[in-house]
C-alpha cells in the first residue's frame, strides 16, 4: 500500500534515487513501465529493472551489505556525489520527530545522508511501525521539508510530531479505499 500510494509523487521524466530496503523495494519493482532515470544501490531491484525499455538505471557500486542487499561504503558515495535527483526515496529502521532516519550502521546513514542532500526533495518510505522507534544508533537527518507515506493514520501523536517537524504525511489507503 505503501509503495502503490508513493507512485503519484513521482512523475515520467524524473530522476529518482531509490535506498535499499524492502519497502523501496517494492516501490521501484512498480516502476518498470515508467519513463524515468533512477540511481540506486538497492541490488535486489535489478532483477526487476534491468530489462525496463524506458528506465535509465545507474547502479552505485560500492561494498555488498548482504542484509539489506545494497552497496555502501566509499565507493557508493563518491559515485553519487556526482549526481542529483528530483527525488530521493529512502527507507529507515526508525523515524523520529527532530531526530531523523535510524540505521544500523555508519555506512548506511552516510550514504542515505546523501542521499537526501542529492536529491531536490525527500520521501521516505516507513510503516507506522516504525514511527518514533529509535532502536539503532545511527542517525541521518531529515531536510527541513519532506514527505513522509505511511500505512496507517496511528500513532497520531507521532505523526502530529513529524508533521511540526516539517513532514508532509501522505497515508497510504488500505485495500478497501
Do not use: Y
Amino acid at each position: 500500500a505503501i509503495a502503490r500510494a508513493a507512485l503519484d509523487l513521482v512523475a515520467d521524466g524524473d530522476t529518482l534515487i531509490l535506498d535499499a530496503g524492502s519497502t523501496v523495494a517494492a516501490f521501484g519493482q512498480l516502476l518498470a513501465k515508467r519513463r524515468l532515470r533512477i540511481i540506486t544501490n538497492n541490488l535486489a531491484l535489478l532483477p526487476f529493472l534491468a530489462e525496463a525499455p524506458d528506465l535509465d538505471l545507474v547502479v552505485l557500486g560500492g561494498a555488498l551489505r548482504a542484509t539489506s542487499m545494497s552497496t555502501v561504503g566509499p565507493l557508493a558515495i563518491e559515485a553519487l556525489r556526482l549526481m542529483t535527483a528530483d527525488r530521493a526515496i529512502v527507507s529507515a529502521d526508525g523515524v523520529v520527530a527532530g531526530r531523523g532516519l535510524c540505521e544500523a550502521s555508519l555506512d548506511q546513514v552516510a550514504l542515505k545522508s546523501l542521499m537526501m542532500r542529492q536529491a531536490r526533495e525527500v520521501i521516505v518510505l516507513a510503516n507506522a511501525g516504525k514511527l518514533g522507534r529509535a532502536e539503532q544508533t545511527a542517525w541521518a537527518p531529515l531536510p527541513r521539508d519532506w514527505t513522509l507515506v505511511t500505512d496507517s493514520p496511528e500513532p497520531r501523536e507521532e505523526l502530529r510530531r513529524l508533521a511540526e517537524a516539517g513532514a508532509r504525511i501522505h497515508v497510504a489507503p488500505d485495500r478497501d479505499g
